[in-house]
């Protein structure tokens, strides 16, 4: 059982790199928390709760509470950042694999 991992998010051309350690608590909840060379990503982090790993990888994208604190805080919607904090929450949670996750733009 994989009850922890980190997600490193290079964001690309504004050269922002966002680290994501996402653990498991005893509760059975997600404790995410993130570190960040972007502004509005530390800004989303202060609000940043535990998360359930199902509700929130089993949720339509518009529904996630990732993505609302995303939508109310990064003005990008190309940004990758909430994607690898979903990714984080689902590897912690025991719902996914530890496995790298690229996107390249040629």
Excluded: F
């Amino acid at each position: 059982m994989v009850d922890e991992c980190t997600v490193t998010v290079d964001a690309g051309v504004c050269k922002m790199v966002t680290r994501i350690h996402a653990k498991m608590n005893d509760m059975g909840m997600v404790e995410i928390d993130i570190k960040s060379d972007c502004p509005n990503v530390l800004r989303m982090s202060w609000i940043v709760e535990p998360l359930c790993p199902y509700t929130e990888v089993e949720v339509p994208m518009l529904e996630s509470t990732v993505y609302k604190w995303a939508s109310d805080r990064l003005p990008h919607a190309a940004c990758p950042v909430p994607c690898g904090i979903i990714k984080a929450v689902e590897v912690a949670g025991d719902l996914g694999l530890k496995r790298e996750v690229r996107i390249d733009v040629e």
